[in-house]
């Protein structure tokens, strides 16, 4: 659309009356796609019940509601785990950062509430729409505010295949009038309140009459004017008015356009997400299970209250009554002893009803599987395994095959669930200007505080979920294995899990309290293998220190001894010329030589049983040890 200039009144009821004509083009294109939702709707609250005649069975077994509540847990049974994955090499150190900022901001916008909530939309429609918009009035330093959007409220360009393609998105919802003068008090004077014209808009059912609603149109659209702006070389050239789209809020019923602006957001994107049950290619809307189920529920229904119907008629069969037996009008009833007076030559007798035939009951099978089948739920699914079924191998076998169908959804949840967090993060980045104080817990009731400045969301990341994040884990396999895993020992001689793998899967709920209390004792066991060792180097040391000076005296007589024989081999130089003269022996000339001492036995038992680095500490003491050791050995 272009915004010639025209007067403002003028200006303004050409662009209410775009938007205006817009909604009206792209409501009539999706009205068939209304009445799918609508239906879809009622099937899944039970609300398919027909105008039948008071005697008539119309009793309902909702089979997909019971379908649905057996996907929708297992999709949500844990959190996303969501990974930050820098696309630059500056921004590796940052990761941390901003995982612990997403895992904050996905507790405080409560997201574990609405996820439930949103895929119950996309399993019953086919699609849930997640609003995004940044909320700066909620406090001083503003918050993303997720919004979670009625897919009948969404109203997208009829060519559109996807939200990026988009030409125009609309957003149309009913506001109670005092709200809208208070966000737009200028235009205040010129807004009232009246009923409410469009009943798809509205989710519930209002049969009061309603006076104080005004019928909003928030149009993101791409607009293509141009208009003449200098560059730095002082030279005119064009340039788009609006590069990342425009966003115009409109007050149809009466012509107002309440306010017109550029898109706020860096990222240049409408701030919708899609989530999709099934997704169809070049289709704008997913497919959601309910449409597939419609048929054979409607179907089940019918046979049902056929076979209650034949039930009632087989236990109370109509009585065939003559009409001149004289019996009155509904005396004839199913109490117990009931005596019946009739007329003679007259005839009173019950009705034979035949029997259903076999085949309507195994059509009510065949149609129940019918239904397994088409939504990919089986028993195996619920956790109930066949009667030949017994080993818990072959059981978890079972239920891993069953949700094949489930962990193709729960891939298609987690891409949109990425995209949800890569526009958050695009969020924080562009408004989070002020240290923020965030707090999270982890599995164990562990809760950890830290600090995300605006410098920790400079760098540019691509957030991923890892895969099957959200899917249930069977804990008592699990636990089973992390035990095994933590009492296996791996080459570096240490257990392959610690005990915190262990207790994430322990079903207790003071996990952080287990795992202080053991590591308390760990501490105070250290300690006492501390202080035994300190009293056990005590102990060497006296040991060395005694050692050491017998070692001394042994030095001392070994230098007294090294002296004598020194002494000896002067005096027989001094006999040697007399010596042969004489006929004397070496014993008679110089007497009985004494040996050299010798390091008493108990003294190198005790050395013997020190360990390697007790005798090196011994050694470092006294080197001349081992010489000593090895003369007298």
């Known amino acids: 659309m272009s915004d010639n ?7 303004e009821m050409t662009i209410a009356s775009w938007v205006t004509m817009k909604f009206v083009e792209a409501k009539a294109n999706r009205q068939s796609r209304t009445n799918l939702e609508k239906a879809c ?48 090499p500056d921004g590796k150190d940052k990761a941390d950062k901003v995982q612990t900022a997403l895992d904050y901001e996905w507790d405080r916008a409560q997201m574990g509430l609405m996820l439930p909530k949103l ?41 559109a295949t996807t939200i990026e393609d988009a030409e125009y998105l609309i957003y149309a919802t009913y506001k109670p009038v005092n709200v809208i003068k208070k966000l737009f008090p200028d235009k205040a004077e010129y807004l009232s309140g009246a009923g409410i014209q469009y009943d798809d808009l509205v989710a519930q059912k209002v049969t009061a009459p309603v006076n104080n609603q005004i019928l ?22 064009k340039q788009k008015k609006y590069p990342r789209g425009r966003v115009i809020t409109v007050a149809p019923n009466q012509g107002i356009v309440l306010k017109d602006r550029h898109n706020p957001y860096k990222d240049g994107y409408f701030p919708f997400v899609m989530f999709k049950d099934y997704d169809v290619p070049f289709q704008f809307w997913g497919n959601g299970d309910v449409e597939q189920l419609l048929s054979p529920q409607f179907s089940l229904n019918e046979l049902n209250n056929a076979i209650i119907d034949n039930a009632k008629l087989t236990a109370n069969a109509p009585w065939l009554v003559e009409r001149n037996a004289g019996i009155p009008r509904n005396s004839l009833t199913n109490e117990h002893g009931l005596v019946i007076r009739k007329n003679p030559g007259t005839e009173v007798t019950r009705m034979t009803i035949p029997t259903m035939p076999n085949y309507i009951q195994v059509k009510v099978d065949e149609m129940k599987n ?41 891939r298609i949840m987690e891409r949109s669930l990425a ?6 993060y695009s969020r924080m980045q562009q408004f989070w200007k002020d240290d923020r104080i965030v707090r999270i817990s982890d599995i164990n009731g562990k809760v950890t505080m830290g600090e995300i400045t605006p410098q920790d969301l400079t760098a540019d990341f691509d957030i991923t979920i890892t895969a099957g994040s959200t899917m249930p884990v069977n804990r008592n396999a699990m636990l089973d294995l992390m035990i095994r895993l933590g009492q296996t020992v791996a080459e570096d001689g ?16 003071n996990k952080q309290q287990v795992l202080q209390r053991m590591q308390q004792r760990a501490e105070g066991q250290l300690q006492q293998e501390a202080e035994a060792m300190e009293q056990q180097l005590e102990q060497m040391m006296q040991m060395v220190e005694a050692l050491t000076q017998q070692v001394e005296v042994l030095n001392k007589e070994h230098e007294s001894m090294k002296q004598s024989k020194k002494e000896s081999e002067l005096v027989k130089s001094g006999y040697d010329r007399g010596r042969n003269s004489q006929g004397l022996t070496d014993d008679e000339i110089y007497g009985i030589i004494e040996e050299d001492k010798k390091i008493p036995d108990e003294i190198l038992q005790e050395i013997e049983t020190l360990s390697d680095e007790e005798i090196a500490q011994l050694l470092q003491v006294f080197p001349d040890l081992a010489d000593i050791i090895a003369n007298n050995s």
């Open 370 to 410: 019918d239904i397994e089948s088409i939504a990919g739920i089986h028993n195996s699914t619920r956790g109930q395994a066949g009667d030949s079924v017994v080993a818990a191998q072959a059981i978890m076998a079972l239920q891993e095959a069953g949700q094949a169908r489930i962990r193709l959804k729960v």
């Open 494 to 509: 240490l257990p392959m899990v610690d005990r915190e793998a262990i207790m994430e899967f322990v079903p207790i709920n």
């Open 41 to 88: 709707i009622d099937a899944y609250n039970g609300d398919t019940k027909v105008t039948k005649p008071d005697y008539a069975s119309n009793h309902i077994s909702n089979y997909i509601h019971a379908t649905l509540e057996t996907i929708r847990p297992i999709m949500t049974d844990n959190n996303p785990k969501f990974q930050a994955l820098a696309r630059q």
């Open 119 to 159: 895929l119950t939309t996309c399993l019953v429609t086919g699609t849930a729409i997640v609003y995004l918009p940044w909320n700066n009035k909620k406090d001083k330093k503003g918050q993303v505010d997720p919004i979670l959007v009625n897919p009948m409220n969404f109203f997208p360009d009829p060519m």
């Open 419 to 424: 995209k949800l967090a890569t526009m958050w």
């Open 216 to 237: 909003i149109l928030e149009c993101w659209c791409r607009d293509y004017t141009e208009m003449n702006v200098m560059d730095k070389n002082g030279k005119e050239v």
């Open 5 to 11: 200039k025209q007067p403002n009144d003028m200006q």
